[in-house]
């Protein structure tokens, strides 16, 4: 089994090291100098613990250099995707699976559904069916991220918490290719298990991403003080109820309830979002799938969404003003 991850950062390259410690094929589509640390040091993690592993990596910016896969793990932010798609096609071959590890609402969202909406697109994280074109949605195996990690040098992962990568195919199924991958990614100890109702935990996530993080990124407070503040609160509150409509309507069935996943957010403490860390570091920022999408969904179902609305409309101009979107 040859595995690639596209876009070996923070997660990607904890994925990496965690397969390639555990004697997987794999191989790291990297750029610039964490590109060049990994292929003179090797790939090193610092384990939630504080233990120290570095490993050999197969690692290159040029995908030519490491030929068809089976699968290809997607680890980039939602908005650099569509832009690879072409440089990502030697990795494909007859029979590659795309796993979509992508932050907000993923582009084969629509993909054997089993409703009246089979096969809408959304433009807002596939603009100009860039990827529904490209990879085929047949490809496609979703996973939802749940690890936190940061590389705080070139070839340098730390690991914060988290080792779940959930797994489902677009139609619900435990398919050979599913129950493949998480075996595989459950010898390099991390958990991965294939769910019937992966939408359901897109979505969960996706609450908190929706809100939290253009919230940060305008007030530049962390999740402890946004998640309790009356006013934020208020306002991620309403995001994630017309985000609840929203998602009801396409069949979501949610664990939780709103109050319970923001005092989820509060309870991880002094946490900067990855949006406002992109903003603080001059890194595009993730406004249309984690927001833009959702606006999106609404007008699909037409769900009303004020509250989205406003803030996407600040966090909009929030990223153009810092030359960091659009």
């Not at 407070?221 to 995001?239: F, K």
Request: some cysteine.
């Amino acid at each position: 089994m040859k595995i690639c991850v596209f876009g070996a950062g923070a997660i990607g390259g904890y994925m990496g090291v965690k397969l390639a410690q555990a004697g997987a094929d794999v191989s790291l589509v990297a750029r610039g100098p964490h590109l060049a640390a990994m292929q003179a040091n090797g790939l090193k993690l610092i384990e939630e613990g504080g233990e120290e592993t570095s490993v050999s990596v197969t690692a290159s910016d040029n995908p030519a250099d490491l030929g068809p896969q089976d699968y290809v793990i997607v680890t980039l932010k939602a908005h650099s995707v569509p832009g690879v798609v072409d440089k990502m096609q030697p990795l494909i071959g007859d029979n590659t699976t795309i796993v979509s590890g992508v932050n907000g609402v993923p582009w084969w969202y629509f993909h054997k559904i089993g409703t009246d909406l089979e096969g809408t697109r959304l433009e807002s994280v596939d603009p100009g069916n860039a990827q529904w074109d490209g990879f085929g949605p047949d490809r496609v195996l979703g996973c939802v991220v749940y690890p936190a990690a940061e590389v705080i040098e070139p070839g340098v992962i730390k690991h914060i918490e988290g080792n779940r990568f959930s797994l489902g195919e677009p139609d619900g199924s435990k398919s050979e290719r599913a129950m493949a991958l998480s075996k595989a990614l459950g010898a390099a100890g991390l958990k991965a298990p294939v769910r019937p109702r992966l939408r359901d935990e897109i979505w969960v996530k996706l609450w908190g991403n929706l809100s939290f993080n253009p919230i940060s990124a305008l007030t530049h407070a962390t999740l402890d003080v946004l998640c309790t503040d009356p006013g934020t609160r208020a306002v991620a509150r309403g995001m994630m109820v017309e985000a609840q409509e929203i998602a009801e309507k396409l069949g979501v069935k949610f664990p939780i309830d709103v109050e319970r996943r923001i005092d989820g957010g509060a309870a991880v403490g002094a946490h900067r979002t990855s949006m406002l860390q992109d903003l603080d570091q001059g890194r595009p920022m993730e406004i249309d799938a984690l927001v833009g999408s959702v606006q999106e969904l609404g007008r699909v179902t037409n769900t009303p969404t004020p509250t989205i609305d406003t803030v996407l409309a600040l966090i909009q101009l929030r990223g153009r003003t810092a030359g960091l979107y659009g």
